[in-house]
C-alpha cells in the first residue's frame, strides 16, 4: 500500500511559479513510477507530467511543456512538480498518481495506469 500526500498548492500571480510535492510514505518510490494530473472544476482529469522509477525518463502533457517541470528525490520519497510561467488555463486540484511497476524507464500518460492517488493540492492563479 502507497500512501501519498501532496503540498505546495496556493495562490500565485499570473507569471509566478509554484513547485508541488508528492511524498511517499510508507512505501519508497522504488519500483514505483509517479504521475501528476489536475482537474478543474467541469472539466476531465488531465495528465500533466510523469516520471519513471528509474528517474532517466518523464513525459509532459502538451499545455505545459517547457513551463513545468517533474523530478525525483528518492532520499526524501518525494517527486516534485516545478511550474513556472503560470497562466489562466493552471488553476485546478493537483494530484499525484503511483504505479508499482517493475518497467524501470517506462512512464505512463493515462490516468487509469495507477493504482494510488493523493488527495489533491490547490493551485489558483491570479492577475
Known amino acids: 500500500q502507497v500512501r501519498l500526500v501532496e503540498s505546495g498548492g496556493g495562490l500565485v500571480k499570473i507569471g509566478g511559479s509554484l513547485r508541488l510535492s508528492c511524498t511517499a510514505s510508507?512505501?519508497?518510490?522504488?519500483?514505483?513510477?509517479v504521475g501528476w494530473f489536475r482537474q478543474a472544476p467541469g472539466k476531465e482529469r488531465a495528465f500533466i507530467a510523469a516520471?519513471?522509477?528509474?528517474?532517466?525518463?518523464?513525459s509532459y502533457g502538451v499545455s505545459v511543456k517547457g513551463r513545468f517541470a517533474i523530478s525525483g528525490d528518492a532520499a526524501n520519497n518525494t517527486v516534485y512538480l516545478r511550474m513556472d510561467d503560470l497562466n489562466i488555463d493552471d488553476p485546478a486540484v493537483y494530484y499525484c498518481?503511483?504505479?508499482?511497476?517493475?518497467?524501470?524507464?517506462?512512464?505512463?500518460?493515462?490516468?487509469?495506469?495507477?493504482?494510488?492517488w493523493g488527495q489533491g493540492t490547490q493551485v489558483a492563479v491570479s492577475t
Open positions: 510508507p512505501h519508497t518510490f522504488s519500483k514505483i513510477a
Open positions: 498518481a503511483a504505479k508499482e511497476t517493475d518497467n524501470s524507464d517506462d512512464v505512463y500518460s493515462r490516468s487509469r495506469a495507477y493504482n494510488y
Open positions: 516520471i519513471s522509477w528509474s528517474g532517466r525518463r518523464n
